[in-house]
């Protein structure tokens, strides 16, 4: 690897994290207050209460990089299982643009990444000597 992808893989990695975390946040917005565009009723229930929370409170410690390995691993199996409830079980498992479930798939893999990467160099697990990336 050259000298100058090395000293830029950490802070890429860091804007993935930050770019990832912010969209996935958005679906709890979504979900609880409507913005940036209504997602149900505005008022979730069961497993739609769980996961605005998730999206909530795991979009944004990983804004921060805040626990970040663990929070990853969390929203990785969160959307892991979203994918089969919601969007396997309509046919085609196999084929996710099919059933609209690309992005529950795209989140969940980039979420394991995350777990096991960590945050990069601007987390704030980096200031507390956690998960130094």
Known sequence: MSATCARIQPIL????????????LLH??????????????GSPEGLMLVAGILEIVGGILLILGLFTRPAAFI?????????????????????????????????CFVFLYLAAAGGGSLALDNLFGKNKS
């Open 13 to 24: 990695l860091s804007v993935l994290r930050i770019v990832t975390a912010y969209l996935f």
């Open 75 to 107: 929203l990785s199996g969160q959307m892991a299982a979203a994918y089969f409830m919601a969007h396997a079980s309509q046919g085609s498992a196999l084929f996710p643009l099919a059933n609209g479930g690309e992005s529950a798939v795209l989140f």
């Open 28 to 41: 709890g917005t979504s979900k609880f207050f409507g913005f940036p565009t209504a997602m149900g009723s």
